[in-house]
């Protein structure tokens, strides 16, 4: 979890890449072609019938829509709490490496866009966003663990942990 721009859906991938489990894109299972959002109800199914499943990888926020599944039955739970400016220069280059065309993690018809509701959004996050995960975050339980990242190094710095990690275990 974490502000648009913050390297969550990269990490995501690259952690689904080191662990076999699989990503599960909230942004793909939200949105309809034409930035056409999925109803409550719908997005509800389709939330719980991947919250239900044994593994995954899971990115995006969705903080005011049913995140509580998703809570619930994670183990860990990543958060990318990085500066309004690393945000923002993550969705500049993003747009710029992107635009008119469909992310990976974006559903199909939804192409990058410049979309100033969206650049309010990234720079008021922190103020508007954040005290409602800390909220969210003290519903964790005590046998699940949060990671916060406050820079992108950090999270490298937990991929090439949980990557070593891995290949010990895959030797013994």
């Known amino acids: 979890m974490g502000s648009s721009g913050s390297g969550k859906s990269t990490f995501a991938r690259k952690l689904s890449g080191i662990t076999g489990l699989p990503f599960v894109s909230l942004d793909a299972m939200f949105w309809k072609p034409g930035w056409v959002e999925s109803g409550k109800a719908e997005f509800r199914e389709r939330l719980t019938e991947v919250a239900l499943q044994p593994g ?3 990115d995006g926020n969705f903080p005011s ?3 509580e ?3 619930d039955a994670c183990d860990t739970l990543i958060w990318f709490d990085l500066s309004r400016m690393t945000c923002m220069l993550g969705i500049m280059k993003r747009i710029v490496g992107s635009y008119g ?3 990976p993690e974006m559903a199909e018809g939804c192409p990058e866009k410049i ?3 969206f650049f309010h959004y990234v720079w ?3 103020q508007q966003q954040r005290p409602k995960l800390l909220e969210y975050f003290a519903g964790l339980r005590a046998d699940q663990s949060l990671v916060c990242f406050t820079d992108r190094i950090q999270a490298d710095e937990y991929l090439t942990r949980v990557e070593h990690e891995q290949s010990r275990a895959s030797i013994h």
């Open 56 to 58: 995954w990888i899971m």
């Open 65 to 67: 829509h049913l995140v």
């Open 69 to 71: 599944l998703r809570r």
């Open 101 to 103: 065309r469909v992310r």
């Open 115 to 117: 979309d100033f509701e």
């Open 124 to 126: 008021t996050y922190r």
